[in-house]
């Protein structure tokens, strides 16, 4: 399968800070990427569509000042969490959509562990 | 309100058994269809996609879709302790705006040696 590459894989700061965390496919050009977070024990819940060249689409309940999402080229997209409290400690998991698929396949990246203090 | 619909589990099946997985969904219009598993702590890997009525076989596992009934299911053959998992059914859902894929809430499921 195509391969999608997440990075950091892990964070720890202080409650406060901002964090970046980048997602990047490596095989294709990726228009439409997405955003998820993941409590421990439940499912993906699907924050927001990340769309190359245009604003990225939030799920309802998901506050977009909170979550800043730029997805300036076809392979990079980028989710900033601004001022991170301890309640933003979560698993974040992006995904890009491979274009060469027949059925719209969405491929992850590994993921990153945020923990805030 | 779209919605992919699994159990919970847990589903404990032996060592050598075949494990079925079972998923509903309600968008009748949906055309791509996903399994995706899931090792705790880690993000899930893409298993196997189907787009057409009836079975689709890939080694050990099988997807069986039936749209009709609005149902997917997977079936792993000689399930393995490796197999011990969660297995997220994932739906493409298309609207006037964008094109994205539910997930279900994922079915854990367990191999017993």
């Known amino acids: 399968g195509a391969v999608v590459s997440q990075h950091p894989s892990r964070v720890i700061c202080k409650s406060g800070t901002s964090v970046k965390i980048e997602c990047r496919s490596l095989?294709?050009?990726?228009?439409?990427m997405f955003w998820y977070r993941q409590f421990p024990k439940q499912s993906l819940m699907l924050m927001a569509t990340s769309n190359e060249g245009s604003k990225a689409t939030y799920e309802q309940g998901v506050e977009k000042d909170k979550f800043l999402i730029n997805h300036a080229s076809l392979t990079l997209s980028t989710l900033t969490v601004t001022s991170a409290h301890p309640e933003d400690s979560s698993f974040y998991i992006c995904?890009?959509?491979?274009?060469?698929?027949?059925?719209?396949?969405?491929?992850f990246g590994a993921g990153t562990r945020l923990s805030v203090l | 309100q779209k919605e992919v619909e699994q159990n919970s589990g847990p589903l404990s099946v032996p060592e050598g058994a075949i494990a079925s997985l079972n998923c509903t969904y309600s968008?009748?219009?949906?055309?791509?269809f996903f399994w995706y598993r899931q090792y705790s702590g880690k993000s899930p890997e893409l298993i196997m996609s189907i787009y057409s009525n009836g079975d689709k076989e890939d080694g050990r596992f099988t997807a069986q879709l039936n749209k009709a009934s609005q149902y997917v299911s997977l079936l792993i053959r000689d399930s393995q302790p490796s197999d011990s998992a969660t297995y997220l059914c994932?739906?493409?859902?298309?609207?006037?705006?964008?094109?994205?894929?539910?997930f279900g809430s994922g079915t854990r499921l367990s191999i017993r040696p």
């Open positions: 995904s890009a959509r491979d274009p060469r698929s027949a059925g719209n396949i969405q491929y």
């Open positions: 968008d009748r219009g949906s055309q791509s």
């Open positions: 095989d294709f050009q990726a228009t439409t």
């Open positions: 994932a739906v493409n859902w298309d609207d006037s705006s964008a094109s994205k894929i539910i």
